[in-house]
């Protein structure tokens, strides 16, 4: 009797080189925010670079299902394909919450208080 591979859901194998390649090359709003999350700052535990399937995401926290993406530039170019993926995520539970990069930059304290508020929240 064959022993069946269950499939990757979380972490895909084929995508721990881009995993790998987004940690080490993360940009400057992605540094800002993972200072604040790592360490489990806020009583929860973050992973950045995650992924679910092939979406890799740019924050998540497994205990509450929640995934954070930052928006740059080339999302404005990806506006179906992101909504695609939210949906594909919130049928999988995970509750993605967006912010663009401006708001890391100029309400820091403000992104961490939706942050805090989603994480205190019940499950809907």
């Known amino acids: 009797m064959a022993i069946e591979k269950r499939p990757y859901i979380y972490n895909v194998p084929n995508l721990k080189y881009k995993r790998q390649y987004l940690r080490n090359n993360a940009t400057e709003v992605e540094k800002i925010l993972w200072n604040k999350l790592k360490n489990s700052q806020f009583g ?29 530039e080339v999302h404005k170019y990806k506006v179906i394909y992101d909504k695609y993926r939210d949906q594909f995520l919130e049928a999988m539970e995970i ?20 942050i805090l508020d989603c994480l205190l929240s019940p499950p809907a």
């Open 95 to 114: 509750k993605v919450i967006h912010f663009a990069n401006d708001q890391i930059i100029n309400d820091l304290q403000n992104v961490i208080k939706k």
């Open 44 to 72: 929860y535990k973050f992973r950045r670079q995650f992924s679910v399937r092939g979406c890799i995401l740019d924050f998540y926290c497994p205990s509450k299902k929640l995934a954070i993406e930052l928006d740059g």
